[in-house]
């Protein structure tokens, strides 16, 4: 098929949506199919570039500044966008490729009207990869109120939903979002699991025999550390696990949050923790190597389930899992039965610190938990699978 997947995250920024969608299009290419990324650049000069990647091709297409800016311009910039970039693709040589499917990537969620004109040229069916619900999550963390934002965001997604044919969710906790959808509509949602690619290796910059947590286990928190996370349980376990000598925490990665973790980390003199920025993902796995358990946290006022790409990356790596969730989230379920490590809903310090212990002592017995760790993540979570799953609905 001739596809063309739209988003606002790829390499070489480093987030975890870059690299999935780097990894869905290796795939797309391995399978055959002729791929054409289009993102949106604040970067351009003209109106347009195109790349030559690994058997695909990417179009830059010039959009409006999004980043380091106030509120109000970002989200007129953000409304904006889709337009311009349609113009931009107009002047390009692309300008009358007709596709065979039309698959996008959200956050962001105004890509809603590029979506609709390039279905409509092309007489194709459209495939949402819906990661975050918003507003809806926002609203739950109490970020957002009921009120002429929220109502602005929401017309803005439920436009977006109504131009997908088909849209993939993350868990399936989050189908209940949609139950109402109206009876007469043709669209359907379904669970796509989130993915990740075959790991490319790169000796990593982190070298923890280096570091005063050598020789100890290390639980190993690797990505964004934002106000989703709900991150300061886990200081708080760390401080409860201060006085044992032979365990250390690592926190890898940037965030809205990074700044203030290091400060508290400071004013408990904990000195079982240690920060480092974000790595090149290709030196996850040589990071992954030299650490014992990964880490997971997710705020407990979430509502929505989420499936983090750190999960995937720990279970890839055979690393077992401790986690601390929103109650009720499908993952605390996945992690119970596939017996991929602990998981606390509580949201309670001691609790988390009654299985971490657990766990330690498992991993000591159980040599066979890395096995289930790799096996679950072939099953479930490969780029292969996610993109039979795409083409098929296409």
Request: glycine share 6%; charged share 25%; net charge positive.
């Amino acid at each position: 098929m001739r596809i063309a997947l739209i988003a606002d995250t790829f390499p070489p920024l480093r987030s975890s949506g870059a690299v999935q969608l780097r990894d869905l299009s290796r795939e797309f290419v391995s399978q055959g199919h002729q791929l054409t990324v289009i993102l949106p650049s604040q970067k351009l000069n003209q109106l347009w570039k195109i790349e030559e990647k690994e058997g695909f091709q990417v179009i830059y297409l010039r959009a409006p500044k999004l980043k380091d800016i106030n509120y109000f311009r970002r989200t007129l910039g953000e409304i904006l966008m889709p337009f311009l970039m349609r113009r931009s693709l107009r002047k390009s040589p692309l300008a009358n490729e007709i596709w065979d499917g039309v698959v996008w990537y959200s956050p962001s969620i105004f890509h809603g009207p590029l979506v609709s004109k390039l279905k409509k040229i092309s007489g194709c069916k459209s495939y949402l990869i819906l990661r975050d619900i918003f507003p809806e999550w926002a609203l739950d963390m109490g970020l957002m109120r009921r009120g002429l934002p929220y109502y602005f965001f929401s017309v803005i997604a439920q436009y977006q939903y109504s131009v997908a044919d088909v849209i993939g969710v993350q868990a399936s906790g989050n189908l209940t979002y949609f139950s109402d959808l109206p009876k007469k509509s043709t669209r359907r949602v379904e669970v796509l699991q989130n993915w990740l690619g075959k790991v490319s290796y790169k000796d990593c910059s982190i070298q923890l025999n280096n570091t005063s947590l050598a020789g100890r286990k290390i639980f190993i928190y690797a990505g964004n550390m934002g106000v989703a996370q709900g991150m300061g349980i886990l200081l708080d376990l760390a401080e409860q696990l201060k006085e044992h000598k032979d365990i250390g925490f690592l926190f890898v990665g940037r965030g809205s949050f990074t700044k203030r973790l290091k400060e508290d980390t400071q004013s408990r003199k904990l000195d079982n923790v240690l920060f480092f920025d974000e790595i090149h993902p290709d030196e996850i796995p040589g990071l992954y190597a030299q650490c014992s358990i990964g880490l997971v946290a997710l705020d407990e006022r979430h509502k929505s389930h989420n499936i983090p790409g750190k999960f995937l990356t720990y279970l890839q790596s055979g690393l077992p899992v401790l986690a601390n969730v929103n109650s009720g989230n499908d993952l605390a379920e996945i992690i119970r039965s596939k017996q991929v490590g602990k998981v606390s809903e509580s949201n309670k310090v001691q609790d988390l610190l009654e299985i971490a212990k657990e766990l330690l002592i498992e991993i000591d017995g159980d040599s066979a938990i890395a096995n289930r760790c790799h096996q679950f993540f072939e099953q479930d979570f490969s780029a292969k699978k996610a993109v039979h799953q795409i083409v098929s609905s296409l």
